[in-house]
């Protein structure tokens, strides 16, 4: 069946630092994939999606790439702040699929001053 | 803007004990669904609806009722607790519609519920 494997947190990093947080697939055809970001106290609100191969998907600058020859949508930030501190879930929907949208565990991200 | 609400933010329950949990859109939107979220197993949807009367299961829906009478409304009902559904509980929405195909959920701020 289709799954979603994300990187074990927490992550943990100063300001400023790089941040790559892994996540790959399993699914049959071309399915859609997202970030999705939580903070403290919240609900889960959308960061950015790719819906086909090879597109990057960018937002807040967080950037993911779909690699379909990898079936990975790594997540990178080029300089994260302490108002990045959330924890990050990577998603998935089957094409035609989208009511029921597949969610990795979840990665821990805290920055610290 | 208040977008997806959940109600209540906190319940505990005994083992047996019955509860709904509830959740409006004012977004108008056709979708509407269920999360549970536990450590380490991230999101899974227990059931969803696609319209007033339609509603259907998803990864984990053993001891949850739902129905779906309106379109704003799409309650969650444990009909006999468990110490396994101690978990925080999202409701999710989206617009069929002008969302097309982009799969983006709306989410409520969860319900943190606790069985002893």
């Known amino acids: 069946g289709n799954s979603v494997t994300q990187m074990e947190g927490p992550v943990t990093l100063s300001e400023e630092a790089f941040l790559t947080i892994n996540c790959t697939y399993t699914?049959?055809?071309?399915?859609?994939l997202f970030w999705y970001v939580q903070y403290p106290g919240e609900g889960l609100q959308l960061l950015l999606k790719?819906?086909?191969?090879?597109d990057k998907g960018s937002n807040k600058g967080f950037e993911a790439t779909y690699r379909k020859e990898t079936t990975s949508f790594h997540l990178e930030k080029g300089s994260v702040q302490v108002s990045d501190s959330a924890v990050y879930f990577c998603?998935?929907?089957?094409?035609?699929?989208?009511?029921?949208?597949?969610f990795g565990a979840g990665t821990r991200l805290a920055v610290h001053p | 803007n208040a977008g997806v609400t959940q109600t209540p933010k906190f319940q505990v329950l005994k083992t047996g004990q019955s509860m709904t949990l509830q959740c409006a859109q004012d977004?108008?939107?056709?979708?509407m669904s269920w999360y549970r979220q536990d450590p380490g197993m991230g999101l899974r949807l227990i059931h969803y609806?696609?319209?007033?009367?339609?509603?259907d299961q998803g990864e984990v829906p053993n001891g949850y009722n739902v129905s779906r009478s309106t379109t704003e409304d799409f309650p969650l009902r444990l009909l006999s607790a468990a110490p396994s559904q101690t978990s925080v509980y999202f409701c999710?929405?989206?617009?069929?519609?002008?969302?097309?195909?982009?799969?983006?959920?709306?989410f409520g701020e969860g319900s943190r519920l606790t069985v002893l």
């Open positions: 998603a998935l929907a089957q094409s035609g699929g989208y009511n029921k949208l597949i």
């Open positions: 699914a049959t055809g071309y399915p859609s």
């Open positions: 999710a929405s989206r617009d069929l519609v002008q969302g097309g195909n982009t799969g983006e959920l709306f």
């Open positions: 790719a819906t086909k191969a090879d």
């Open positions: 977004m108008n939107h056709e979708y």
């Open positions: 609806s696609v319209g007033a009367g339609i509603t």
